[in-house]
């Protein structure tokens, strides 16, 4: 059974950092692309940034130079380093591997102001 987790989320103020996790079991993930979503109420969830099986990654123009997403293939993990986090941050927080498609159960992230 294929599982996606996440972990990291929290409540941080306005201008601090947060480390998330993903991690996948019952699959070897470096063999498929795979990215970070958010959600927050009221919205559709977005594309934050994803990254490639060969490491390329895409952000969302409003996390640039602020997010980075990074993975390591031998923990079968992705990370996504969230710095000067801002209110308009908040959101659920979910990874998602494409290839087989599967989603995290999600993480909230709460930024005040």
């Known amino acids: 059974q294929v599982q996606l987790v996440e972990s990291g989320g929290g409540l941080v103020q306005a201008g601090g950092s947060l480390r998330l996790s993903c991690t996948v079991s019952?699959?070897?993930?470096?063999?498929?692309?795979m990215g970070w979503y958010r959600q927050a109420p009221g919205n559709q969830r977005e594309m934050v940034a994803t990254?490639?099986?060969?490491?390329?990654?895409n952000y969302a123009d409003s996390v640039k130079d602020r997010f980075t997403i990074s993975r390591d293939n031998a923990k079968n993990t992705m990370y996504l380093q969230m710095n000067n986090l801002q209110p308009e941050d908040t959101a659920v927080y979910y990874c998602?591997?494409?290839?087989?498609?599967?989603w995290g159960q999600g993480t909230q992230v709460t930024v005040s102001s």
């Open positions: 998602k591997m494409f290839f087989p498609s599967y």
């Open positions: 019952g699959w070897t993930s470096s063999a498929s692309t």
């Open positions: 990254i490639a099986t060969g490491g390329n990654t």
